[in-house]
């Protein structure tokens, strides 16, 4: 069984054009162990982008729960789409009731999955929610991933997040990497 930071810098090294996540590697194991660590314990993921992301969380949502990769099928939602109204919610009134439907409906817990712009409406939720996994762009933003929304290879680096996110998945599920040293 191989240790998370370790296992990630080999798989960063093994992919091309991947150099870049290299030096970010301080700054991601940790995020994606909470992540993995919480979807272990039968967590949900609530899937949340802005609209300049919504076509990575329409890639995430077909391509998680593929059966190809022969796992088992992980608990992972559009919010979006469940609650079209959600960028309506904007006083802390609004966000309590919806956390409170929230925790009634999943009831072994959740936790929102962000990837936009730090300042778009939906991150008053995704704030709000200790455990998130946060992807923010153009913001410095504690215990989340920073990504610059300017990068002109924004999007491959997306995928290639997700790539690495999915196989560290992966790879905790059967039981090949130690997440906890």
């Not at 990630?8 to 590697?25: A, N, P, V, Y």
């Not at 817990?109 to 998130?132: E, M, Q």
Request: with cysteine; aromatic share 14%; glycine share 4%.
């Amino acid at each position: 069984m191989q240790q998370l930071l370790k296992w990630t810098l080999e798989t960063i090294r093994e992919e091309d054009c991947f150099s870049w996540m290299e030096e970010h590697r301080y700054e991601w194991a940790p995020l994606v162990k909470s992540a993995v660590d919480q979807m272990l314990a039968g967590k949900t993921v609530l899937l949340l982008t802005d609209i300049p992301r919504k076509w990575f969380g329409k890639y995430v949502l077909e391509n998680i729960n593929n059966i190809q990769k022969n796992r088992p099928l992980l608990p992972v939602f559009p919010m979006a789409k469940m609650f079209p109204s959600l960028g309506e919610f904007s006083n802390t009134q609004d966000l309590q009731l919806l956390e409170d439907m929230l925790d009634l409906s999943y009831p072994n817990g959740y936790f929102i999955w962000y990837v936009g712009k730090g300042n778009h409406p939906f991150t008053k939720l995704a704030y709000r929610c200790d455990d998130s996994f946060l992807w923010i762009m153009d913001e410095e933003v504690e215990n989340s991933f920073a990504l610059r929304s300017s990068d002109e290879m924004l999007d491959i680096k997306l995928l290639q997040l997700y790539k690495l996110f999915d196989l560290t998945l992966s790879q905790a599920l059967f039981g090949e990497l130690d997440l906890e040293s």
